[in-house]
């Protein structure tokens, strides 16, 4: 059985259009070194390509724009298009390959892969198809042999498969959260039982199983009801994960992952779900519920139920919840950009808090967690029984239900995730070699911990303030500025005395800065208590999503609907100097990476002063290296554009002499 491609298939392959294609072969002609492969057959008008001549050409020629291609051509193959087709026959196929390869020890788990075997049987059964048995077959071994292995064929089949019907979790949130789910693994041995619930959260739960090295100690829970025709189960059968069937009951101590998405007006049933779930864990269990903010945490439909849902805790008894998040949108392919939310829910050990009622009170003055911490946190929270004196999760104090739901969610954005490890001196200046500078007056050296403290300890760790504490009139280190409203007629650009303005415009890059001014006279009138920048203010906007720029220079007025923000030093009218400051540069960064137009979401790192003062030097040389590139890039493209105007329109030539050959 020979696998073909289509010149479609050369196109995506090498990552090219498809005209390119056609200039490949018009250009490699029978009469060249290396002339294009001669159709092995034509189906519907279209011919096609042997595989193995393709890969060979590509070899010779190196064409395209992809370097895997040649590895990858079988997946881009009539013989892929075959399996894709029929998902269960491949499944089934791809299964015997791997029990032909590793007969031993296939899966301890023989009843829940016999359970499996029948599940794709049936859907092979109900499901009519064009090809023959033997040819899924044979193509399902060409393919399991150029993927290495039948789990990586099934692993590319899977996605391949939930990407067209979109039924996947965004890989933003993914990627971030098996960091944290694989790190809380790996604390505990034997690991919990891992529970999938529905195709959403089996796709989640498959990933876990090819991140972590050690699949052999991961115990996967099967539901008959949970997607039971997925080609995610038969990749795990193939990875030798250790199956239990949690079917009829689930261990108490198991991670429950539910994943799928519900609309509003199934809240009841949704809720209802949730709590049959739940009741099946102890202290030791725990569940993520990932869904849409509507239904988890917004002002909706659901809100009644949801206050239903937890209305057995307002008498006194602690709350499940202990971790509400907003998820950055488009965590649901198939629901746009919708928000998402996240739920963690982990019973309290009441052995350890001792009266339930005063629960709440022995925790009150625990601090919330920093971003940097999240990830060990859910580590500790996902195997750890719930101790109300030990955890101090990020919005997840152990409180009542009513204080649960209530308070604001922390917004879970890629930052919260970002690693907080450092460079090296050396890094630091061969980073500012390439970039063109030379810092090595600034005398950079590392700091080496000292006898028993840990590498990565406070000292190398940046501190992040929410935006309430770090906007404090009284003890933050930001000062809040507001903007003045000036009106589009009262713009005066040719004015004598003028001022100019900043606000949404410049930050959105619509109109540059300096070109909006006013009469100085005339703001006197109109809005006499103006804000005036000083260097290094934060001009911001925070709708349709938070944007802000630094103004270097300082002496404008900030217009509304733009805010600005004051790096502070000292505290109120005491002038008390600061131990921590917050520089603008992570300033306009913690805005510019917010995913929320919530600015209570946003969290700014905080430096000791001494620190700051170290860095402010070097921090304007590279400000005013950055603005030098800047104003560069700025003549360029007013030279583009005039150059592009006037040897369009005739006004200007080039030599003859000089037509030949593009300048530079």
Partial sequence: MTATLTLADVARLTGVTRPAVNEWIQRFNPESIAPFPSPHGEHDGHPYYAITEIQDWLRATKLGRRDTAVEDAPFYSSLYRM????????????????????????????????????????????????????????????????????????????????????????????????????????????????IPTDEYSLGFVTGLARKLEETLALNIGYRKDCAPDSLYWAELACRNVEFIDASEEIPTNSLIVLGAPSPL???????????????????????????????????????????????????????????????PRGIFPDRGQQQGALWILKRPNREAIGNPADAAAVIANVPDLKAPGLVSDWATMLTTPDEARKHTFVRGRILRAADAWRSRTHSLDDSVFSSTSTSSAADLMHTAYQAGLDISSAGLEDVHPKIGMRAESGVTRLEYLPWKAATNARTGVLQKLSGSRIAERDLAPEAIAKLELIGEPEILGSIPQGARCIDRLRLEDIAPRGTLTEPGDVVFIKSPRPRALIDEEGGKLVTAPAQALRCRTFRGRSHTPLEKVCLPYLVEKAINEAVSSELGSVYFPVLPRKNAQHLSAVEQELGARRRQLVEQLRSIDVLRHNLTISIGTGAVTIAESRAQSPPG
């Fill in 265 to 327: 007006k199934n809240a009841t049933e949704y809720f209802e779900h949730l709590q049959d779930l739940l009741d099946n864990l102890d202290e030791r269990g725990a569940m993520f519920c990932i869904s849409t903010a509507d239904m988890l945490i917004e002002d909706s439909l659901a809100e009644v139920v949801r206050r239903r849902f937890l209305a057995p805790t307002e008498t006194g008894a602690i709350a499940p919840l202990r971790y509400s998040a907003r998820l």
């Fill in 83 to 194: 399996l894709l087709g029929n998902p269960a026959r491949a499944a089934l196929s791809l299964l015997n390959c791997n029990t032909a390869s590793s007969p031993q020890g296939f899966s301890p788990s023989a009843a829940v892969i016999d359970s499996l075997t029948a599940a794709y049987q049936r859907a092979a059964d109900n499901i009519p198809s064009d090809a023959f048995e033997a040819d899924i077959a044979q193509a399902a071994e060409q393919v399991a042999e150029a993927a290495f292995g039948p789990a990586a064929a099934l692993a590319r089949l899977a996605d391949d498969l939930s990407a067209q019907r979109q039924v996947t979790l965004s890989s933003r949130f993914t990627s971030r959260a098996m960091q944290a789910v694989s790190e809380a693994l790996t604390l505990e041995n034997p690991t919990p039982p891992i």
